[in-house]
């Protein structure tokens, strides 16, 4: 009984594996591909068969090679960058405009002075310049040399004559919104192309590593089409492309791209205003960049670079730009450090990376990491511990200074006043382009498989419906038959 049952699997076996080789010699007899029919004609000459079995077989590594190739060469290949030129008399945007407190020379807003003295005194009973420095250097890192903090606040002081006046421990963020000077202490006055406009309504306040700012048209703390951003489109025929600043206090005034944060790692274009009664004048020019749509269909990775929109999912800005990565970045490396970060490096508040106190501060100081601008820039994409990775944004276009005097006009006033000129119109852009989108990637594809198997998307389907719907087919035929 044991070897008439070990003789009915045998036989189930063989049928099985018949089964399946008749299968396979039912789809290469009647598959589109070129060249398998061949293969599985039992009439031709075995020769002849093993003739078309060669090709075959050099045909798909020919086509294999090819689609290896095709892989290797779309990272360099997929988009391309040209410079064209623009139509005469066509409209422009003004750049985005950032003013940032720059509290030189310890000109800081009375407020807080008051909040200093109420502090105390220094050791002489003076007002204390030691303790409004240690402050300042946190408030308006413009002011930051290196150890500079400890210097100033690592001390307590207690043998005053009077109250002793000391760093404040915490709570930085509340002291610069409540002692510095806001919007309407800060402006006077507004234009661009000679127009007036309400510098306190088009003028956002950001925290940026730079110190606090005031950013117009920004798409970090605005969006187009907003009651808050400023309409930029200048018309040639009638419209300059300058824009005038006057301020009660220190600044820095720049032109900067929509997306990008002031720095203090970057310097673009523009001119510190801080000598009282003196108008400073620049001059730039802008070469914007433009993406083609089908741009965004290509990797980020390939494309080498992020629009704005594409923001990572930590992100605590409105937008990407290579300054904002870096800024995010530096974030994540204080709070390796010190597990806290600098206020200035979280627009708001955010449990996830807690605001260092004065403690913290020092932590970071003592590791470097106060402002670790230069080395984060040089190690961006080496893939060490300190690397970020950071891509450039895709909108990301060329702002350049062309000319600053070095004589200066003194006003008739007590005022910072500014100017920034784009004198000449912009007959330039860059464009980038896309030259491999998914779908040529699947006419590629498909070319080459055409070629040299003659295959398309039926001989996909077709190679499904031999191994499943056929087979299934055939067993319910002959399942009929027997019954």
């Known amino acids: 009984m044991a070897g008439t049952a070990n003789a009915k699997d045998q036989v189930l076996r063989e049928k099985r594996s018949y089964g399946f080789v008749t299968n396979i010699k039912d789809y290469c007899t009647n598959c589109t591909l070129a060249g398998f029919a061949y293969i599985a004609n039992s009439r031709l000459h075995f020769t002849e068969r093993i003739f078309w079995l060669i090709c075959v077989f050099m045909s798909s590594l020919g086509c294999y090679q090819l689609i290896m190739e095709y892989q290797r060469s779309f990272p360099t290949r997929a988009v391309s960058i040209v410079y064209e030129s623009l139509p005469p008399f066509s409209k422009w945007k003004f750049p985005a405009v950032s003013v ?37 250097i946190l408030l308006y890192p413009a002011l930051y040399n290196e150890n500079g903090l400890k210097g100033k606040c ?23 919104t409540w002692y510095g000077a806001n919007c309407s202490d800060l ?44 309409p930029n489109d200048l018309d040639p025929a009638n419209q300059k492309a300058v824009i005038n600043v006057v301020t009660h206090l220190d600044v820095q005034i720049s032109v900067i791209n929509a997306e990008d944060i002031p720095h203090t790692a970057f310097f673009p274009p523009g001119i510190p205003l801080i000598t009282k009664g003196l108008s400073k004048y620049m001059q730039f020019n802008q070469i914007v ?25 930590n992100s605590l800005y409105k937008a990407y730009s290579f300054s904002v990565c870096i800024t995010e970045c530096i974030r994540g490396l204080q709070m390796k450090a010190c597990n806290c970060t600098s206020f200035l490096y979280n627009p708001t508040a955010d449990p996830r990376y807690p605001d260092c106190d004065l403690k913290g501060f020092l932590c970071l100081e003592a590791t ?14 080496k893939g060490n511990n300190a690397s970020c990775g950071c891509l450039p944004s895709c909108n990301d276009g060329d702002i350049t200074t062309i000319y600053e005097p070095l004589l200066f006009v003194r006003n008739q006033n007590d005022f910072y006043n500014g100017t920034l000129d784009m004198p000449f119109l912009p007959t330039d852009q860059y464009r980038r382009q896309s030259l491999r989108t998914p779908l040529d990637v699947v006419v590629s594809m498909g070319g080459m498989l055409g070629l040299f198997l003659g295959a398309s998307i039926l001989s996909a389907i077709e190679f499904v419906y031999y191994f499943t719907v056929r087979p299934l087919s055939n067993m319910l035929r002959a399942r009929a038959a027997r019954a």
């Open 289 to 313: 960049m433009k993406n083609d749509p089908d741009v965004k269909d290509v990797d980020p990775k390939i494309r080498s670079c992020l629009f704005p929109e594409e923001i990572p999912p």
């Open 368 to 381: 470097r990491m106060m402002k670790p601008d230069s080395r984060v820039l040089v190690n961006n994409n």
């Open 100 to 136: 940032c407190e720059l509290a030189y020379r310890g000109n800081v807003y009375p407020t807080f002075v008051e909040h200093i003295k109420s502090l105390g005194f220094d050791e002489n009973g003076n007002y204390s310049y030691d303790v409004e420095t240690g402050v300042s």
């Open 187 to 230: 402006f006077v006055e507004c234009k661009l192309s000679h127009e007036p406009f309400d510098c306190c309504r088009y003028f956002r306040p950001l925290l940026t590593p730079f110190g606090r700012c005031y950013m117009l048209n920004s798409l970090l703390n605005n969006e187009p089409g907003s009651k808050h951003w400023l």
């Open 154 to 176: 690592a001390t307590l002081h207690v043998n005053c004559p009077v109250k002793c006046a000391n760093c404040p421990l915490d709570n930085f963020r509340q002291i610069l």
